[in-house]
């Protein structure tokens, strides 16, 4: 994630939690609804409005832009499906007491004849308003699904549907130049010429989009299903261990070899393997033929999944400025600390605590030192046996922004250090691989220095002691007050003992007055 901590900016980890301001709280529980050439889907976010926490997600496969290239028109069995989904979704809303429904429609519904009369039919049946979205809005609204998990970030945002493929600039938190194109997979697919005559189509498309977009070499951001299923066939092609989606990673190089593999192999059983359905498995021929072609021009530094798109868009489109400048990982273990923790506010207290561990880190490692104190006693509710386990999930395979995948195994181990001594034994281990060896070490000493901090936690905002850390003496020094001298017993004692232990350290403890 690229961002640039300013000091002097008003955000930050431990001011007031945005999420209770009143703007913020209208936010707290919003339904979009996204029309697309390929699926009808209705996301219900809630809780931190920063970062979005999934109340309700339901996904109809509906293929309306299926044969639109040949007929001109809606599929019309695709049709039946999609009004059918929209009554669904409209009647959930009201039992779920929602604000009326954002509705959008991408380029099935602009480009097919009968799309206002499907409008008008939804309207007439559900009373749902569909906005008809142009290529140029529906790329600026993915551009910001983007920069909702991203904020910061520079790069070129690809968003490929069924009918279409837009792409969007980003930069210093805005969205720049926006194109579309007829490159999505269904309409590929009706192409005349064989897998020849459509990678012909697709490269002058595609340096025709060059042309207008100006170099592009910062990472490409890729936005929509046909990725997400060629982003899970690379995972099963290299082995690894990590099944989330969003903020994977890829290399040209990695595309070249995907692309070579999904060649090589029958696509029902890779269907079967990855767990994709049929009807994204049919698309991904198409996809892979357009994603070649997309990195070999503009040759990205890097390829990141965004499983963010144009329904998350739509919640940042309705976000304050300020609200937006926001990091969505702190925020977002803000908001689980003040639901769920027995201390909330506890966890500026710790980070402040274990912060001189750390004072040469740099300030990505710093930000995550500050979303693991945070979410240091949000698993309290877990069995004992089982709460390092639980807390390493949470934080690996939780929905949250901004996070690299190294840095969700950073903070799974933080947490699991916060509730035992040691790492080895648990079904994890596959996944610590994701981390270099001095990550796994500073992500050992700040879990061990939490769970020697908690044992202090006797108010919210209390002076618990400090420590001090000199690296070139190898010594921990230890100053408690007064008041906090009975809380260091037996239990306290052993739990500084580990943690010096981890540092190869030696130890001083002093009490004052």
Known sequence: MNVSPDPAAEWGPFERPLFEDPGARALSRVGVVDVGSNSVRLVVFDGAARSPAY????????????????????????????????????????????????????????????????????????????????????ARLS??????????????VCDIGGSSMELAEIQEGRVGKRVTSSLGPLKLRELPGGRKGRKDHIKQVIHDLKEKMGPQKDRLFLVGGSWRAIARIDMARRGYSLKVLHEYRMTAQSVRDTIKYIDSQDLETLRNACGLSSARMSLVPYA???????????????????????????????????????????????FAEAKDARMPGFGKTLYNFVLPLFKSSPDTTKRLIKAACLLHDVSWRAHPDYRAEVCFDNATRANLGGLKHSER?????????????????????????????????????????????????????????????????????????????????????????????????????????
């Not at 699904?145 to 910061?152: D, F, K, M, N």
């Not at 999944?305 to 937006?324: A, T, W």
């Not at 420590?467 to 921990?476: A, F, N």
């Open 55 to 138: 109340f309700y997600n339901e996904k109809i496969m509906c293929a309306l832009g299926s044969g639109l290239s040949e007929t001109g028109v809606l599929n019309p069995k695709g049709r039946i499906r999609a009004l059918s989904a929209l009554r669904r979704f409209q009647n959930l809303a009201q039992g779920m007491g929602l604000p009326p429904l954002s509705v959008v429609a991408t380029a099935a519904v602009r480009d097919a004849s009968d799309g206002p009369d499907f409008c008008n039919d939804v309207l007439r049946e559900t009373g749902l308003k569909i906005w008809v979205i142009d290529g140029r809005e529906e």
């Open 288 to 334: 892979v033929d357009v994603l070649a072609r997309l990195v070999r021009t503009f040759k990205p530094k890097d390829i990141a999944i965004s499983s963010y798109g144009i329904r998350e868009g739509l919640l940042y489109e309705q976000m304050p400025q300020r609200l937006r400048k926001r990091d969505p990982l702190v925020e977002s273990c803000r």
């Open 409 to 513: 195994v950073f903070l799974g181990l933080a947490l699991l250090h916060r509730y035992r001594n040691k790492r080895e034994g648990t079904p994890f281990q596959d996944l610590y691989e994701l981390l270099d060896e001095k990550g796994r070490q500073e992500a050992e000493i700040l879990g061990k220095a939490m769970r020697f901090g908690a044992m202090l936690m006797v108010s919210q905002d209390g002076d618990i002691g400090k420590l001090k850390w000199q690296p070139r003496k190898r010594l921990l020094s230890l100053t408690l007050p007064r008041d906090m001298e009975p809380l260091f017993g037996e239990v306290a004692e052993a739990r500084l003992k580990s943690l010096v232990s981890t540092l190869g350290a030696k130890v001083t403890v002093q009490v004052r007055d």
């Open 143 to 156: 551009a910001q699904g983007v920069l909702l998990g991203w904020p910061g970030s520079y790069g070129l």
